[in-house]
C-alpha cells in the first residue's frame, strides 16, 4: 500500500508505532514505519528523511524519549514543519514539550494517547489523519485563479465560459464547506473539533443527585470522569445551548455510569432524538456498552440541541439511566 502516513517515534515506542500503524492500515490509510520499511542496509535518517517528503501527514508519538534533542525523531519533526507537511501529535505521556518546533505545531492537532493506545484513542486518530488528509487535497483558490489567467488568452470563448462556470463552482463549493452558514452539504465528520465545556451551558428536565455525592448532576456530563454522568428516567431530556451558533455534525457519548463494573447496575439509554433549535431532529439506537459511542449525522447549524431519552435498556438496581459523558462536535473553523 502506496504510504500517505510518516511515522515519527522513538525506538521505545516501536510497539505503539506499529499497533497505530496496523490501525491505519486497516482502514485504508497507508504508512510508512521504519521497523517495518527501512530497505536492509539503508542509512535510517536518509531513508526516514526521503519518506518523510514523499508523505502528507506525519504522526509524531510525543513521549519522553522523542522530546529530546537532538535526536532523529527531533529532526524529521523540525523537517515537515519546514516542508509545510501537516502534523498530529499523539500524546502517550504528560509532559511539558521541549523541543521548540512543538509551540508551532496548532494545539487542535494534539491528541491524547496512552501506552497502548484504546480504541477510541485510535479512531480520533483515524478521523484526524482523514480529515488532514482530504484538507490537503484542495487546491487553493489563488492557484485556481491563477490557471484560469494563465490559459484565458490561449482558449476558445466557449472554453472561457466553461472556466468561469467552474470557478464560480469552486467559489460556490468553498461557501457550502466553510461558511457558518451554510454547511448542508458538508460530508459528516469532515473538520470536526471537539466544542469546548466552557462554550456549552446545560440544562435538564431532572438531574439533582439522588444519593449523599452530587456525583449525577447534568453538569458532570462534561467532567471526562466515567464514573459520574446525569442520571434521568425515560422521557427525561438534556439541553446544551451554546453560546453562539454552531454547524454540528457529530455527538461522543458514554452511554452508562461507574464504567464496566457498575454499568448493568443502573439503566442505560436506548433509543434518543435529539432536537435543534433549528427544528430538525436526529433519532438514534444507542449501543449497551462502556465505550464511546460516535453519532454522525449531516452538519446542522443550531444555538442548541435537545437530547430526549426515548427507550431504555433496564439496570439491576435501579430504572433510572445514566449518560456518563456527552461532548458535541462542530466545524473547527468556528472554534477558538
Not at 59 to 87: D, R
Not at 115 to 144: C, F, N, T, Y
Not at 244 to 251: C, N
Request: charged fraction near 20%; glycine fraction near 8%.
Amino acid at each position: 500500500m502506496p504510504h500517505q502516513v510518516f511515522l515519527n517515534y522513538s525506538p521505545a515506542d516501536q510497539l505503539v508505532a506499529e499497533k497505530i500503524c496496523a490501525y491505519l492500515e486497516e482502514n485504508s490509510v497507508g504508512c510508512w514505519l521504519a521497523s517495518r520499511d527501512l530497505p536492509p542496509g539503508g542509512n535510517l535518517e536518509h531513508e526516514s528523511l526521503q519518506a518523510l517528503y514523499e508523505s502528507r501527514l506525519m504522526i509524531y508519538l510525543f513521549s519522553a524519549y522523542s522530546n529530546v534533542s537532538p535526536s532523529l525523531p527531533a529532526l524529521l519533526l523540525e523537517k515537515a514543519v519546514e516542508k509545510g507537511i501537516p502534523v498530529i501529535v499523539f500524546r502517550l505521556e504528560e509532559g511539558e514539550p521541549s523541543l521548540e518546533v512543538l509551540g508551532r505545531i496548532d494545539r487542535k492537532q494534539w491528541l491524547a494517547g496512552q501506552r497502548p493506545p484504546s480504541q477510541a484513542q485510535l479512531q480520533d486518530l483515524l478521523e484526524s489523519s482523514r480529515a488532514l488528509l482530504e484538507v490537503e487535497l484542495l487546491p487553493g483558490k489563488e492557484k485556481i485563479l491563477e490557471s484560469l489567467r494563465a490559459l484565458a488568452p490561449f482558449l476558445s470563448r466557449a472554453f472561457l465560459v466553461l472556466f468561469i462556470i467552474g470557478g464560480v463552482w469552486v467559489i460556490y463549493w468553498g461557501f457550502v464547506h466553510f461558511s457558518p452558514f451554510a454547511q448542508k452539504s458538508v460530508a459528516p465528520g469532515e473538520g470536526l473539533c471537539a466544542v469546548k465545556p466552557e462554550m456549552i451551558r446545560v440544562k435538564a428536565s431532572a438531574g439533582e443527585p439522588s444519593g449523599p455525592k452530587p456525583v449525577f448532576r447534568p453538569g458532570d456530563i462534561m467532567d471526562d470522569r466515567p464514573e459520574t454522568g446525569w442520571r434521568a428516567r425515560q422521557g427525561e431530556w438534556l439541553q446544551m445551548n451554546f453560546t453562539k451558533a454552531l454547524t454540528l455534525g457529530k455527538l461522543v457519548l458514554v452511554n452508562g455510569c461507574a464504567g464496566p463494573e457498575g454499568l448493568r447496575q443502573n439503566g442505560r439509554a436506548e433509543n434518543i432524538t435529539l432536537r435543534f433549535s433549528s427544528g430538525e431532529e436526529k433519532s438514534f439506537t444507542l449501543e449497551d456498552s462502556p465505550e464511546r459511542q460516535f453519532l454522525r449525522f449531516t452538519p446542522i447549524t443550531a444555538t442548541s440541541v435537545r437530547l430526549v431519552i426515548d427507550s431504555i435498556y433496564p439496570g439491576a438496581s435501579s430504572d433510572e439511566i445514566c449518560l456518563a459523558e456527552i461532548r458535541p462536535y462542530a466545524f473547527c473553523h468556528q472554534l477558538p
